[in-house]
Nanobody, 119 residues
Framework: QVQLVESGGGLVQAGGSLRLSCAAS????????MGWYRQAPGKQRELVGA???????NYADSVKGRFTISRDDAKNTWYLQMNRLKPEDTAVYSC?????????????WGQGTQVTVSS
C-alpha cells in the first residue's frame, strides 16, 4: 500500500522560511512526476511545483525564485523549501506522485500539512 507522509508545516511570519518534507513508502511503478500542491480556504487546489522523472523542475509563477523542490534518494523523500514567505502563501500543502502506464495513470496524495504565514 502506497503512503505519502508529510511534515514541516507551521506558523511563520512573513519573510520567513519553512521546509516541508514528503516521505513515500510502498511500491510505486512508473513514477512520472513528484510534486507539491496547495489549497487555500475557499480556493481550488493549485500546483506549486513539480519534478519529473527526468529531473526537470517546474514552478508556479507565484513562487518562482522563492520555493525550491529537492529530493533525498536514500531516504525516498522530497522537500519543498519555502523562502521569503508571504501571507498569500497560507494554505494546506500536499505532496503528490503521479505514476502508472499511460492508459492507467494514478495520483497518490499525502494528507496535507498546514502552512500559515502571518503579516
Amino acid at each position: 500500500q502506497v503512503q505519502l507522509v508529510e511534515s514541516g508545516g507551521g506558523l511563520v511570519q512573513a519573510g520567513g522560511s519553512l521546509r516541508l518534507s514528503c516521505a513515500a513508502s510502498g511500491t510505486i511503478f512508473n513514477i512520472h512526476v513528484m510534486g507539491w500542491y496547495r489549497q487555500a480556504p475557499g480556493k481550488q487546489r493549485e500546483l506549486v511545483g513539480a519534478v519529473t522523472s527526468g529531473g526537470t523542475t517546474n514552478y508556479a509563477d507565484s513562487v518562482k525564485g522563492r520555493f525550491t523542490i529537492s529530493r533525498d534518494d536514500a531516504k525516498n523523500t522530497w522537500y519543498l523549501q519555502m523562502n521569503r514567505l508571504k501571507p498569500e502563501d497560507t494554505a494546506v500543502y500536499s505532496c503528490n506522485i503521479r505514476a502508472g502506464h499511460s492508459w492507467n495513470v494514478q495520483d497518490y496524495w499525502g494528507q496535507g500539512t498546514q502552512v500559515t504565514v502571518s503579516s
